[in-house]
């Protein structure tokens, strides 16, 4: 039988949304093993001279832990 655990993480970017996901991913993928899923719980972004100067995710992080 499998028990998964999920983790909380942050992550930035300043070219797109997608990138912010995707580094996101990519950084916990360093230290997780087995992830399996991720569900993006927040998208928030900050502006600077009334254009979106960075993007920012809240992610939730879902990985089988290892027997």
């Known amino acids: ?10 992550s930035a970017s300043k070219a797109s949304l997608e990138d912010a996901i995707r580094l996101g991913v990519e950084r916990a ?18 502006v600077k001279d009334g254009k979106i100067d960075e993007w920012l995710v809240n992610m939730k992080v879902t990985f089988i832990l290892k027997d």
């Open 1 to 10: 039988m499998s028990v998964a655990r999920v983790t909380e993480i942050t």
């Open 29 to 46: 993928n360093e230290t997780l093993d087995n992830i399996k899923s991720v569900w993006v719980q927040d998208i928030n972004a900050s």
